[in-house]
């Protein structure tokens, strides 16, 4: 009898699946910073998306494709994932983020030391959160207008909470609604799209505000790659312990009240095609 893969397949699926998703939104990042793309926030936006269409699409079948440490607890809590394939779950999107990290900061690490020199700026100071950004989920978003701060307006904690909160509950309701059984099958090919586009929509309504992460793994896995690529201790240190509250707490409390939510809309529903 052969023997089995030391590599479970859903530990792969998990791993190349956050990759892709995160390598294709990064990238979009890196392109505006470094290269003077010309995305703008929804062109940003909708290449998050495209890659969590691709995502979803290849690594769907093999793993389910939560890609998410958000969405990986909330089906524990309410479809009957193993509560055992938890952890390794997130170690893997964590580590398909981090890759990905590293694969979009070898692309684009010469255009950021380009940025960098010409604004003056030194890796590891204050002043790099303007290129460390690529990476890392800021609240409130460093990009955010001067006229913000003539109006008097104050983006912080509590706003980053909120958005990280409320964005992943609607990612996950749109997740947990396509899903459910109750769903005509009919919908199945056209289910990685439609939750790409919400989450497009999304970044675009949440980014001004906190980045719109909405994601543990791909918090965790490109912060990371930053420690040990100049930024050192500052991605962690700027903001204490509120991008844990922001970026990690946030987005767990708002899958699980999204999927609650759907699963409670479907409760007791007739199935659409019967």
Known sequence: MADKPKIPAWFRGELIGTYLLVFFGLG????????????GLFGVAMLWGLGLMVAISVTGPVSGAHL??????????????????????????????????ASVYFLSAGGLAAVEEAAGITRGHLESIDTAKVF?????????????????????????????????????????????????????????????VVLAVLISLFAPVSMAGFNPARDIGPRLWTVVTGWGSLTFSHETVGWILV?????CLGALFGAGTAEWLFKHAEPADS
């Open 68 to 101: 998410n440490p958000a969405i990986t607890i909330a089906f524990a809590t309410f479809r009957g994932f193993p509560k055992q394939r938890i952890l390794p779950y997130i170690v893997a999107q964590i580590i398909g983020a981090f890759l990905a990290a």
């Open 247 to 251: 970026y990690i707490v946030s987005p």
């Open 28 to 39: 979009s990042v890196a392109i505006e910073v470094a290269f003077g793309g010309q995305f």
């Open 136 to 196: 890392v989920t800021f609240y409130p978003h460093p990009g955010n207008p001067a006229h913000f701060e003539e109006a008097g307006i104050q983006l912080g904690l509590m706003e980053g909470i909120g958005a990280e909160f409320l964005g992943t509950a609607l990612l996950a309701i749109t997740v947990f609604g396509l899903t459910s059984s109750k769903q005509p099958k009919a919908l199945g090919p056209f289910i990685p799209i439609l939750i790409g």
